[in-house]
């Protein structure tokens, strides 16, 4: 938000209003979004522990599901494409294939959109991508987990 303020009778230039997005705040909103969950390669395993050097490079454990094969992105890549600002844009407008609950990223606040783009920013190397989509019908190369609902009674 711009605001004009008034020195000595003239108008000075616009300021900024300070943001209140922090690296810090991106972290804690990686673990409270669930973010490590599929994006940290051994986040589960390792009861929770964020390894930076790892911290949401992607993972090669797809899910498989009616949709096909879909991978956890690098999100290090993901957001070296993209200024802060089309990443808070791109935050609150994005849809992507399940499980990724893309629904929920478009809750956060524009200052959380930015935190986690700072924090993820931090983190250094970019790694390696994440393995490409697998249309549903073609078999994946790397190992999955099959995520698709039960067969029900009598059907």
């Given amino acids: 938000m711009l605001r004009a303020m008034v020195v000595g009778g003239l108008l000075a230039l616009p300021v900024q209003a300070a943001s209140a997005a922090s690296v810090e705040d991106g972290a804690r909103l990686a673990v409270i979004s669930g973010c490590h969950d ?5 986040y589960a395993q390792s009861g929770g522990q964020v390894d930076p050097a790892r911290s949401l ?7 498989r599901g009616p949709w096909g094969t879909t991978y956890p992105a ?3 890549i ?3 494409k993209m200024s802060e600002t089309e990443f808070a844009d791109y935050a609150k407008s994005f849809q992507t294939r399940p499980p990724m609950p893309w629904f929920n990223v478009h809750a956060w606040t524009e200052d959380e959109a930015r935190s986690f783009y ?3 920013k931090s983190l250094g190397e970019l790694g390696p991508a994440a393995p490409e989509f697998v249309p549903p019908g073609a078999e994946p190369k ?3 987990i099959v995520f698709a609902p039960p067969q029900m009674p009598g059907q």
């Fill in 38 to 42: 599929c994006h940290t390669p051994g």
């Fill in 57 to 63: 490079v992607g993972d090669g454990v797809g899910f």
């Fill in 74 to 76: 690098n999100l290090r």
């Fill in 78 to 80: 993901t957001l070296s």
């Fill in 118 to 120: 700072l924090y993820v």
């Fill in 142 to 144: 790397s190992p999955f």
